[in-house]
């Protein structure tokens, strides 16, 4: 921890959490909020208070732990150049500026940043802190449910193509069954009609005797 404006060092409750070069190693794979101020800025004297009771009970609710994901600290003008260092370029040209720095963005090289353009009060910043916090959470789960629908949703495509297979198999051997049924049926009807339309004879047999089947088709 360093002294954030505050000239008397003493001070415990005017002291500021600062950014080590190691959160900003870990910002760069994460995401966070940073708060850019320089010494002697009036607005960035009148904010601190409100700003230090913020991050303290962030802290305390375990939010920007160093063992956390998320990022959360300030840091002075003019050791900017550590976000430089790290491949990380901010689109900062006042003060006081708070920025949520996500990895994602880094990565696609965007530097505008998001900005928080509420009042600076405790609550606020709080409320735009824990909201932050969360944005990555909701993100991840919202890609793990929507991969989980692809994979149902893939599961009961192959299940419905699966049975619309069977059905055409039944169907096809439906038609063709009933192809030779009516073949069948058509051959032993003319046989019976003409007992000597397959070389003589009787015939099936049934037609022979008057009482026989031949009697029927006559």
């Known amino acids: 921890m360093f002294g954030f404006l505050n000239k008397n060092k003493g001070n415990e409750e005017n002291k500021m959490v600062m950014l080590t070069e190691s959160d900003v190693q870990r910002l760069k794979n994460n995401h966070g909020v940073v708060l850019f101020f320089m010494n002697g800025c009036g607005h960035c004297t009148d904010m601190k208070d409100d700003w230090n009771a913020a991050v303290e009970e962030c ?26 260092k790290h491949g990380i370029t901010t689109n900062v040209s006042g003060y006081p500026t708070i920025l949520y720095i996500s990895s994602e963005n880094i990565r696609q090289g965007n530097t505008n940043h998001e900005k928080y353009e509420n009042p600076r009060k405790k609550d606020e910043f709080i409320s735009w802190i824990k909201d932050k916090k969360n944005r990555k959470k909701s993100k991840t789960q919202a890609v793990k449910t929507n ?27 439906s038609k063709r069954y009933m192809k030779r049924h009516t073949r069948h049926h058509k051959r032993t009807r003319r046989q019976h009609r003409h007992p000597n339309i397959l070389g003589g004879g009787s015939g099936c047999g049934c037609g022979s005797g008057s009482g026989g089947l031949g009697s029927l088709f006559k």
């Open 147 to 173: 991969n989980i629908g692809k994979q149902i949703g893939g599961g009961r495509s192959r299940s419905r193509s699966r049975s619309n297979r069977r059905k055409q198999t039944r169907k096809s051997k």
């Open 59 to 84: 802290k305390n609710n375990g939010i920007g732990h160093s063992s956390d994901d998320f990022v959360l600290g300030a840091i002075e003008n003019g050791n900017k150049d550590m976000f430089q």
